[in-house]
Nanobody, 112 residues
Framework: QVQLVESGGGLVQPGGSLRLSCAAPRSITSRYSIGWYRQAPGKQREFIARITTGDSTSYADSVKGRFTISRDNDKNTVYLQMNSLKPEDTAVYYC??????WGQGTQVTVSS
């Protein structure tokens, strides 16, 4: 199992933006879809966005139109651009693929 590494979280005001990064080897992204997930305090981990090997994307309804998943193969990185952030977006954000183990995630806090 390969553990992907998330980064880029932080504290942002409502309405602000953040870009999360997921270090994902090409050996993984060329064969598997990569997903972003989040877990808020006291809640179950939930799906946020996915990018397939063919660059098709899908999103949870709660983030559709605000978040964008993309990747840079040269940098072996999958991104999650988050715009128009809301307090309810506060959570630990994770990236993973079907055979991966969960990493430590990156904390996103949306608060004034």
């Amino acid at each position: 199992q390969v553990q992907l590494v998330e980064s880029g979280g932080g504290l942002v005001q409502p309405g602000g933006s953040l870009r999360l990064s997921c270090a994902a080897p090409r050996s993984i992204t060329s064969r598997y879809s990569i997903g972003w997930y989040r877990q808020a305090p006291g809640k179950q981990r939930e799906f946020i966005a996915r990018i397939t090997t063919g660059d098709s994307t899908s999103y949870a309804d709660s983030v559709k139109g605000r978040f964008t998943i993309s990747r840079d193969n040269d940098k072996n990185t999958v991104y999650l651009q988050m715009n128009s952030l809301k307090p309810e977006d506060t959570a630990v954000y994770y990236c993973n693929y079907v055979l991966g183990s969960w990493g430590q995630g990156t904390q996103v806090t949306v608060s004034s």
